[in-house]
């Protein structure tokens, strides 16, 4: 079992300690900036669900 651990490929979560202080603070920027247009896109979505959801006139007939 520890040799197909060892010959097995490391994934990049695996490696988080190896990665410098540098590495790090890229990053969480990296992922600052991916949630903020994230986020930019989820209201503009909401928008426009919210918009396009209207009442049904009221024109007497019901």
């Known amino acids: 079992m520890d040799q197909m651990n ?4 490391r994934g ?3 490696a988080m300690n190896q990665f410098n202080a ?3 603070t890229k990053f969480k920027e990296w992922l600052n900036t991916a949630e903020g247009l994230l986020n930019v896109q989820l209201k503009q979505l909401e928008n426009g669900a919210s918009s396009s959801v209207q009442s049904p006139p009221e024109d007497g007939s019901n």
């Open 22 to 24: 540098g590495d790090i």
């Open 12 to 14: 990049w979560w695996e």
């Open 6 to 9: 060892e010959a097995r490929v």
